[in-house]
């Protein structure tokens, strides 16, 4: 009988990477943590762990057992849901998290939307950013999060995860209301190559979207400025930095002399919705998946 415990210690260590890190977020000692898995491997009576370097990789044993792992996962998600079925109008506590724009533009509007028509619902939002929410989903900490689509996200095939479009994101240049570029109804980037740029920090989620832009229209930027927050970016190009690519969804400071320019080609970022598989259909995450999809509509227009 496996001890369905120790199985996810062994889920953590596959999510996380090493068994430090998976003992650090089960709250286990790291000493802990192998003895569980030394532990699930007499067991069953195979090796799950084997050296590598100076760390440890599953073996195929390991990846065997995990593919029926998540499995488990996702049946139980759905017994607890049949369960419940009973039980069909959405009530309890709604756990989300989005990375700050999603938070402010659609997570904030969405709660306050569920809490008009739901009053038995109460709506928990946490401001995280994009690996952390598939941490936090992971570990069950959450029930639903809004992600933009990044090289490190977890494959769409990922059996632990549930990912589906909400919307595509276009980005716009954004440059000083006396910028040549400015009051044209569109514009290649390439037209801005020579600009000192104002960009993303390196490790932003946005940070590959403007590169990617860049280099699709045959130049990379000079980054002259990097900066976290949109409106610190928009601070800067009204005081003639530089110009940048913002998000439409991102709310800017009014009243500033900028303005948006559309860019030929669309470069944007996807945004998705995503929940541990097998959630998707419980009612509190249905209303909200509703609400978001009606937001999205206009939130971006």
Known sequence: MIDLRRLHVL????????????ARALHFTPSAASQQIRQLARDLGVDLLEPQGRGVRLTAAAESLLAHADAIQT????????????????AGQLRVSGFSTAASVLLAPMAARLRERHPRLTVRIQETGVP???????????DLAVVEVTPHNPPLSDARFDQQPLLDDSYDL???EDHPLAGRESVD??????DDWIGPMPESACRPHVMSACAAAGFTPTMVHHAVDWNVTVQLIAHRLGVALIPRLARLTPHLPITRVRCTGNPHRK????????????????AALGELRE????AVA
């Open 189 to 194: 980037l390439a037209e801005a190559a020579h």
């Open 295 to 298: 937001l999205a509509v206009t």
């Open 75 to 90: 049946r139980w998600e759905e017994a607890e849901l049949d369960l419940r079925a009973e039980y069909s109008a959405p």
């Open 11 to 22: 889920r953590a260590v596959a999510h996380y990477g090493t068994v430090t890190a998976a």
């Open 271 to 286: 945004v998705l919705t995503c929940t541990r598989r097998g959630c998707r259909e419980r009612p509190a995450v249905k």
């Open 174 to 176: 954004v440059v000083h």
């Open 132 to 142: 952390e929410c598939f941490d936090l989903l992971f570990e069950g900490e959450i």
